[in-house]
């Protein structure tokens, strides 16, 4: 069985149409073909799409090749888009080509004519596929995105909830058993004194209990965050890391409190988390400079260290998880961040993030 050509002819001369589909005859092609004369009949023969190949004259009484590859484009069909004419001049084939025609072809060197359409198919193919991969390359990106940001709001609220519980229920309790204590306390003070240091110690090891299940229920999501806002989370967490890394921490707000919906302030906030927890693990810091402002539709972070300076290899780093996370929280809502070391003079991490919702 002869492979099979569907050509999409533009041709005003019936001579010329039949010199053409001789030669792909002759090449063995079982031929599906149609005529057309005008911009009309053109753009409802486009209307099927599955043409492999268009083969135009150059000059049409009522047309022309160049219109004809207009129309081509605007209705974004890749197909191949050959030029059959008598001698129009280098200045206008170029222009042809430019335009987007594939190739030229003389009248008088039709030889050329199979080998060419041949050509273009299969570079029309590969384009297809390449089109086809680039698009499910897109699609894939797109999912894993959406997946993530799925992922970190799963596990904001699965941490919003364990922190109130831990705080609501286990704070609650201990405050009652210091309480209750107490009163033992009060009430062995005459009847049995001697025990009384005991309930002391036994007060005192609540206290400090208490203090770390405050300190875990705000590790996993700082109430601060929901109830005074991102600016006041971003004041809470330096003070905690100075007072933990004795890393000296100076704070600039150079901004008034900012609207921001509450997924979006919590993506800069462990933003900022992992940027001190960076800053912690690796800089060699003495002391860091935060500064927050808005302006422009923008809200910036600027974290600059001044320790020894990351450098691009660490960043290219494919088992370090802590950056390309930080990428990705800002990218979910249209933030972008940068970060640039300057070796021996420390680090800076700015972030951009889009104050508006969409
Ligand atoms: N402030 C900084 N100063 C110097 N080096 C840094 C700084 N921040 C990051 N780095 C370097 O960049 C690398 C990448 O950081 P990233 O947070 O992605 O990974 P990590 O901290 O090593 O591991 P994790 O995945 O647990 O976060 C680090 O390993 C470190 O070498
Ligand atoms: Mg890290």
Redo the contacts with the bound molecule.
């Keep these: 069985m002869n492979p099979l050509l569907r050509v999409l002819i533009i041709e005003d001369e019936d001579d010329d149409e039949e010199l053409i589909l001789r030669h792909l005859a002759v090449a063995g092609y079982d031929l599906e073909s149609y005529r057309v004369e005008d911009a009309r009949s053109l753009s409802e023969a486009l209307e099927n799409p599955n043409w492999d190949v268009i083969i135009a004259d150059y000059r049409l009484p009522q047309f022309d090749a160049m219109a004809a590859l207009s129309i081509v484009k605007e209705k974004n069909l890749d197909i191949p888009f050959l030029i059959v004419s008598g001698t129009i001049g280098e200045q206008l084939a170029v222009s042809a080509m430019k335009a987007g025609a594939h190739d030229y072809i003389m009248k008088d060197n039709l030889p050329r004519l199979v080998p060419a359409i041949e050509r273009e198919i299969r570079e029309a193919s590969i384009r297809r596929e390449r089109r086809l991969a680039e698009q499910q390359l897109h699609e894939s990106h797109e999912h894993l995105r959406r997946l993530t940001a799925h992922l970190q709001n799963v596990l904001e609220e699965e941490r919003k909830r364990i922190s109130r519980e831990i705080h609501d229920e286990l704070g609650q309790r201990l405050t009652g058993c210091k309480f209750d204590l107490k009163r033992l306390a009060d009430s062995l003070q005459e009847k049995q004194p001697d025990l009384v240091p005991q309930v002391d110690t036994m007060l005192e090891h609540l206290g400090s209990l208490t203090q770390t299940v405050r300190r875990i229920a705000a590790e996993l999501r700082p109430g601060v965050l929901d109830e005074l806002g991102l600016l006041a989370a971003i004041e809470w967490q330096s003070n905690e890391f100075e007072a933990r890394t004795q890393i000296t921490c100076e704070l600039t707000n150079a901004t008034d409190e900012i609207q921001m919906e509450s997924g979006k302030a919590t993506a800069v906030f462990r933003i900022y988390q992992?940027?001190l927890?960076?800053?912690a693990?690796?800089?060699?810091?003495t002391k860091i400079w935060v500064r927050v402002s808005s302006g422009g539709g923008f809200f910036t972070l600027k974290v600059h260290?001044n320790?020894?300076?990351?450098?691009e290899n660490?960043?290219r780093?494919s088992?370090?998880?802590?950056?390309?996370?930080?990428r990705e929280r800002a990218q979910i809502y249209g933030g972008e961040i940068t970060?640039k070391?300057i070796p021996g003079e420390?680090?800076t991490?700015i972030l951009r993030m889009p104050m508006s919702d969409n």
């Design positions: 992992e940027a927890t960076n800053i693990r690796h800089s060699e810091a260290d320790g020894k300076g990351v450098t660490d960043l780093n088992r370090s998880l802590g950056v390309l996370g930080m970060i070391g420390g680090t991490l």
